[in-house]
């Protein structure tokens, strides 16, 4: 007796947890077990609203199974957002609220009763509880990001939304990084999501050193150099706009700090201790090997080139002046083997041109190789007394 009473036990404690299996992912197969279990009710009710939303007659089939699924058990969330289906249609907003919220306080875990509460809330005006299940939905279903996250964008765009929306960043949940990392790398307006991304805190969840650097090299990218050095200035706690520290400092935020770029024989490093920038041009190699971005103002501007070479006299690097907004080439300063160790031109920044390029690009011939430093590559407003030095203006191509 006792052995076939164990047996038994074992028996419907095995089907017992089937049924706590499947009730959520085979609904139908838990029935056959079980088949008052009112989860497993709630839950094939909702299979079969989701397949068919737009049905009236799934839809009032699905009320009535979540109905009497919640006879059965009241602490049934799925239920009750499936029998709120009803005060839906009935147009009564605020009842359709309290129901779906009665429902969240059973679990926070339930998304689509999370997303009926956003748009309940939309409909009710109430941008706070709207963003709250965002991030209620976000925290637990992290793969919803991209569904969400554009909407989050557009709303970041609303005057009246924005408060809010940054006080939600503020707090650092765990899914702003991510939203973060989306908005960089999707949204083509990425400038003005600004004022929201922001209010993120500087953490690894948040606006990150990577993330910060990242937002001000694609906003540059963009071609949105106004948000672009928005960015940097409110990022970097030592701005040099300028150039006019040269390479005394690390590369932190490019291209508005040096962008060293390496290619095929082509090599170059900073020495921010020294404050230099050394180079290699070998066998044939030509190409960009320094670059950054400034903000200018019209009028006459001085660009420095100062440093040493070592190579055939064939050889040559040249500083270039580049409008950003129109790719207008302002000016060239050429510097080669055993050549004075500055030059210096005046170069003429038109209206409309708030922005420029600082380049310096290297070329030299087969089976040579050069190697050089800078000390200076700037360019800084002109004085009155300025002139041109530079009797190597020449282009290396």
Not at 27 to 44: C, F, K, M, Q, S
Not at 114 to 142: C, F, M, W
Not at 201 to 219: C, F, I, M, W, Y
């Amino acid at each position: 007796m006792a052995g076939a009473a164990g047996l038994v036990l074992a028996a419907l404690s095995g089907a017992d947890a089937f049924v706590g299996v499947t009730r959520a992912r085979a609904p139908t197969a838990a029935l056959r077990v079980h088949p008052n279990d009112a989860l497993a009710r709630a839950n094939a009710a909702d299979q079969a609203f989701l397949a068919a939303p737009a049905d009236e007659r799934v839809r009032a089939a699905s009320e009535q199974a979540a109905r009497a699924s919640l006879r059965g058990s009241l602490l049934n969330p799925v239920a009750v957002r499936l029998a709120a289906l009803g005060l839906e249609r009935g147009g009564s907003d605020a009842k359709l609220l309290g129901a779906l919220d009665a429902g969240q306080r059973l679990t926070r875990h339930d998304a689509a009763t999370q997303l009926l509460l956003i748009e309940a809330n939309v409909a009710q005006g109430n941008v706070s509880g709207a963003l709250t299940g965002y991030d209620h939905v976000l925290r637990r279903k992290p793969e919803m990001g991209e569904t969400l996250f554009p909407i989050l964008a557009t709303a970041a765009r609303d005057r009246s939304v924005l408060p809010d929306l940054r006080r939600l960043l503020g707090v650092g949940a765990p899914w702003v990084g991510y939203f973060i990392d989306w908005a960089i790398s999707n949204d083509r307006d990425l400038g003005t999501l600004l004022p929201a991304i922001t209010a993120a805190p500087t953490t690894a969840t948040g606006l990150s050193e990577g993330r910060r650097q990242n937002l001000v090299k694609q906003l540059a990218a963009l071609r949105d150099y106004p948000a672009a050095a928005a960015a940097y200035r409110r990022f970097d706690q030592a701005p040099d706009q300028g150039g006019r520290a040269d390479f005394a400092r690390p590369s932190r935020f490019a291209p508005f700090d040096w962008e060293v770029q390496n290619g095929p024989g082509i090599d170059g490093a900073i020495d921010a201790k020294a404050g230099l920038f050394h180079f290699t041009l070998l066998g044939d190699g030509s190409g960009l090997l320094l670059r950054r971005l400034i903000a200018v103002r019209p009028g006459p501007h001085r660009l420095d080139l100062a440093g040493t070479m070592v190579g055939p006299a064939a050889a040559l690097v040249a500083g270039r002046v580049t409008c950003a907004q129109t790719g207008a080439q302002l000016g060239t300063l050429g510097l080669r083997p055993n050549s004075p160790a500055g030059v210096a031109r005046i170069v003429d920044v038109p209206r409309g041109c708030a922005f420029v390029w600082l380049a310096l690009e290297g070329k030299t011939t087969p089976e040579d190789a050069v190697e050089g430093r800078l000390s200076r590559f700037r360019l800084t407003p002109a004085t009155g007394g300025a002139r041109s030095t530079d009797s190597s203006d020449q282009d290396p191509r």
